[in-house]
Structure formats: C-alpha cells, structure tokens
Nanobody, 116 residues
Framework: QVQLVESGGGLVQAGGSLRLSCAVS????????MGWYHQAPGKQRDLVAA???????SYADSVKGRFTISRDNAKNTVYLQMNSLKPEDTSVYYC??????????WGQGTQVTVSS
C-alpha cells in the first residue's frame, strides 16, 4: 500500500519560512512527477510547484522566486522550501506523486497558516 506522508506545516508570521516534506512509502515501481498543490476553503486545488524525475521544475506565478521544490529520488521524497511567506499563502498543502504506471497518489494535506 502506497502512502504519502507530509510534514512541516504550521503557523508562521508574514515574511517567514517553512519547509514541507513528503515521503512516499510502500511498493511503487517508479515515480515520474511529484508536486505540491494547495487548496483554500471553498476553492479548487491548484498546483503550487512540480518537479520531474529528471529535476525539471515548474511553479505557479504567485510563488516564483519565493518557493523552491526539490526531490530526493533515492528516498522518494519531495520538499517545498517556502520563503517570504505571505498571508495569501495560507492554505492546506497537498503532496502528489505520479507513478509510471497507475493513478496518482495524494497525501493527507498539511496546514500552512501565515499571519500578518
């Protein structure tokens, strides 16, 4: 059974930093892209950042220059370094893993709250 376990969320003041981690456990042949999404109450889940198995990255315009996504393929772990946080970054952040075969997997979500 494949599980994605997220950690690193919390409460931080505006301008501060947080680092999210997402570890994939269980039997999985190969993971292609991994990414982070956020979903505020009453809104759809949107992409924040993604990284391919080869290290190519993409970001939402709202986080470019502030957030950095990275991954450790040996550990099946993806990270999101969030700097210069703003109150509008407040949301639940979800990790996603796209296996080479089969459907995507999602984490349970971790709350990030940025106070002004």
């Amino acid at each position: 059974q494949v599980q994605l376990v997220e950690s690193g969320g919390g409460l931080v003041q505006a301008g501060g930093s947080l680092r999210l981690s997402c570890a994939v456990s269980g039997s999985i042949f190969k993971i292609n892209a991994m990414g982070w999404y956020h979903q505020a109450p009453g809104k759809q889940r949107d992409l924040v950042a993604a990284v391919t198995s080869g290290g190519l990255t993409s970001y939402a315009d709202s986080v470019k220059g502030r957030f950095t996504i990275s991954r450790d393929n040996a550990k099946n772990t993806v990270y999101l370094q969030m700097n210069s946080l703003k109150p509008e970054d407040t949301s639940v952040y979800y990790c996603k893993a796209d296996p080479a075969i089969g459907s995507s997997y999602w984490g349970q979500g971790t709350q990030v709250t940025v106070s002004s």
